[in-house]
């Protein structure tokens, strides 16, 4: 009995409290209400005493500043592009030769090998490394990453076809850094204008 009346005080006790703390919290809310309604009811009657010449000289001068400041936001963003426009159009200038000594590379020793004839290891190696010195100072992301994977996969020795898919990802990215997106490209397309039976070159990646 004494047990249950104690529980039934110590429900009151919680009740009380959590009564008077949702009126404190709701009497700090209220005076916080009270205090901004006051502020905008002084900030309306100021405005209101204002003359309407001031008024109209206030919003002009507001207008004209936040113009000012949106015309140069957007010439810093305009700038900006045409720098990195700038720059991309430099670093293309750079590469068009390397990049086509590099196509050239590829199908002279296409060429040779179909003729019967093998350009020296040495001349490969010469022309290589000229690329990868161009490469390394101008060539996009993509291509560096492309080259230096070619480049450690060359030490195992890659079966052909992984050999030339890796070599058309090249020429892809290569394509792509000067601007010409891959969309509608398929995998072994470049690749055709290299090897004639490319379907049978492919196939035997598998």
Same mark, same amino acid.
């Given at each position: 009995?004494?047990?249950?009346?104690?529980?039934?005080?110590? @429900?009151?006790?919680?009740?009380?409290?959590?009564?008077?703390?949702?009126?404190?919290?709701?009497?700090?809310?209220?005076?916080?209400?009270?205090?901004?309604?006051?502020?905008?009811? %002084?900030?309306?009657?100021?405005?209101?005493?204002?003359?309407?010449?001031?008024?109209?000289?206030?919003?002009?001068? &507001?207008?004209? #500043?936040? %113009?000012?400041?949106?015309?140069?936001?957007?010439?810093? #963003?305009?700038?900006?592009?045409?720098?990195?426009?700038?720059?991309?159009?430099?670093?293309?200038? !750079?590469?068009?030769?390397?990049? =086509?000594?590099?196509?050239?590379?590829?199908?002279?020793?296409?060429?040779?090998?179909?003729?019967?004839?093998?350009?020296?290891?040495?001349?490969?190696? !010469?022309?290589?490394?000229? $690329?990868?010195?161009?490469?390394?100072?101008?060539?996009?992301?993509?291509? #560096?990453? !492309?080259? &230096?994977?070619?480049?450690?996969?060359? &030490? @195992?020795?890659?079966?052909?076809?992984?050999?030339?898919?890796?070599?058309? @990802?090249?020429? $892809? &990215?290569?394509?792509?850094?000067?601007?010409?997106?891959?969309? @509608?490209?398929? /995998?072994? +397309?470049?690749?055709?204008? $290299?090897?004639?039976?490319? +379907?049978?070159?492919? =196939? /035997?990646? /598998?």
């Amino acid at each position: 009995m004494m047990k249950k009346n104690r529980d039934i005080l110590l @429900g009151i006790v919680v009740l009380i409290v959590l009564v008077s703390a949702t009126f404190w919290v709701l009497r700090l809310i209220w005076s916080w209400f009270s205090a901004v309604w006051v502020s905008v009811l %002084g900030l309306i009657d100021t405005v209101s005493a204002l003359d309407t010449v001031l008024i109209i000289a206030l919003i002009s001068g &507001a207008i004209t #500043v936040l %113009g000012l400041i949106i015309n140069s936001v957007i010439s810093i #963003v305009i700038k900006a592009s045409e720098h990195r426009s700038k720059v991309r159009a430099e670093l293309r200038a !750079k590469m068009e030769k390397p990049y =086509s000594e590099f196509v050239s590379l590829i199908f002279d020793i296409m060429m040779n090998t179909k003729q019967g004839e093998v350009i020296s290891e040495e001349e490969i190696t !010469k022309r290589m490394v000229l $690329f990868s010195k161009e490469v390394t100072l101008y060539g996009s992301n993509k291509v #560096v990453k !492309k080259w &230096a994977k070619y480049r450690i996969s060359l &030490a @195992g020795k890659p079966p052909l076809a992984e050999n030339m898919l890796q070599l058309e @990802g090249i020429l $892809f &990215a290569i394509r792509e850094d000067l601007g010409i997106k891959k969309r @509608g490209m398929k /995998k072994g +397309e470049v690749l055709a204008l $290299f090897i004639n039976d490319v +379907e049978e070159t492919l =196939s /035997k990646k /598998k």
